[in-house]
């Protein structure tokens, strides 16, 4: 019996520093999971245009509207 419960500890042990690496990484593992998941798209075109969190900021700077003019 002393294998069997050394075995069911190891592998709750692993299973528990899985969930702790998933939890305490989570928005690293994330943006790679995503970039793997681009990678792997054969209908990705890096050319085309993104809808990231920058694209507001793209949009308002392609808008011809100085963002130093003071207004008032």
């Given at each position: 019996m002393g294998p069997?419960?050394?075995a069911v500890?190891?592998?709750a042990a692993v299973a528990l520093?899985?969930?702790t690496i998933e939890i305490a990484c989570k928005p690293c593992l994330e943006?790679?999971?995503e970039a793997i998941d681009r990678g792997l798209n054969p209908?990705?075109?890096p050319d085309e245009q993104s809808?990231?969190?920058a694209?507001?900021?793209i949009a308002e700077a392609s808008s011809g509207a100085d963002p130093d003019?003071?207004?008032g």
């Open positions: 069997v419960t050394t500890i190891a592998i520093g899985w969930c943006k790679g999971r209908d990705y075109d809808t990231t969190a694209a507001p900021l003019a003071k207004s």
